[in-house]
């Protein structure tokens, strides 16, 4: 039984520190299986029409305007940002307690007196200081900049198109993963079918890497382990 759980313990660990290289599956999306094939139709042109029919009219926009249509957004995200704070506080405080002195009498009366508060006029004083000054700046400035293709998932009931993708690239063993979502309206969508991330409502964008160089920057499972459990 101890081989056993030896031989399981050390499993885990090894399946854990085992490195697993980024892929890419080639197979199409979903919506792609689920889409019938377009058929080819003959459509007899209109005669004496300039704009005629089919699939490549004279005169068409080219801008999306059905479900599964593309568009083309143009990702430009700078992000600025300067915050400096100062602050400084000041306080001083005095306190100064006696016990109380009797007065009066003469002779040995007025002795007494004088040995009585000798003992009892017991003097209590203090002095505190507190002083704090601090001061902190932080500047920061990202820049993101790329082309992805969206494919309109749904027309709103207002006109406005929710547009999804995606795009992964594979480079010398490191995955590049790109996506983002948001709601475009479509007379912002320019006459070459482009949009500006700007004009994403609710916009939503994911960049990130993975590969041995993601790997190198990350701390690995047990450390983050230790220092979530450690209270010290």
Known sequence: MKKVSYCALAFVFLGCSAAVDPEISMKPPAYVEELAPKQSHNVASAPGSLFGRGDNPLFSDKKAMN??????????????QSTQANKATNRTNTANLGGGALTGGSGI????????????????????????????????????????????????SNGNYFIEGSRELLINGEKQIIQLSGVIRPYDIGQD????????????????????????????????VLETIWPF
């Open 193 to 224: 079918n482009t949009i500006d991330s700007r004009y994403i409502a609710d916009a939503k964008i994911l960049y990130k890497t993975e590969g041995e160089v993601d790997k190198s920057t990350r701390k690995p499972w047990g450390t983050k």
């Open 109 to 156: 009366v007025k002795s007494a007196i004088d040995r009585v508060n000798a003992y009892s006029n017991v003097g209590f004083q203090t002095n505190s200081t507190s002083n704090y000054q601090g001061a902190g700046s932080q500047s920061r400035k990202e820049s993101f900049s790329t082309t992805i293709s969206t494919r309109v998932i749904k027309i709103l």
């Open 67 to 80: 479900v599964n249509d593309l568009v083309t957004v143009i990702i430009q995200e700078n992000t600025t």
